[in-house]
């Protein structure tokens, strides 16, 4: 599973992207929309920074910012290191573990945003692993 292209770990899910000059009150209520704990924000349809649950909790609420007010651009976390498609979802796990972030946006070679993995996408493989060894155990368990 790490080794497969970040693009079929993605599978055409949904993501938030929006403008710099969104209200972070718009772009919070996107995310909660849409299930997503991170939004990708661009200018001129490029990346140039990433919101995340995290920024919403210490820069805005913990500032005491109205989030009506306050234009994701001016909370957001920019220049996000960013991985293409075509990367191994291995790659994405190296670069969240030694920079200590749950989010990578993923884009395309002209920096336009295609999604982000995320540290869940982690959870998922175990899941999957576990789930399948559940099931190999209750076979062997029929078996004897």
Known sequence: MPSRPIHH?????PFVNV???????EVTRLMQEQ????ALITEH????????ERDATFRVIAAGLDPDATAVGEVMTHKPLVLTED???????????????RHVPVVD??????????SRDALLIDAIDFNTEL?????????L
Do not use: Q
């Not at 770990?9 to 899910?13: D, H, I, S």
């Not at 299930?35 to 991170?38: I, K, L, V, W």
């Not at 099931?135 to 078996?143: A, H």
């Open 9 to 13: 770990v993605l599978a055409e899910r």
């Open 19 to 25: 403008s710099i000059f969104a209200s972070v009150r």
């Open 35 to 38: 299930h997503c704990s991170a």
């Open 45 to 52: 349809g490029v990346l140039t920074g990433i919101f995340t």
């Open 87 to 101: 990367k191994p979802f291995g790659h994405a796990l190296h670069l969240m573990y030694e920079n200590r972030i």
């Open 109 to 118: 070679t002209t920096g336009r945003p295609v999604g982000v993995v995320t």
């Open 135 to 143: 099931i190999r155990r209750e076979e062997i368990t029929v078996i």
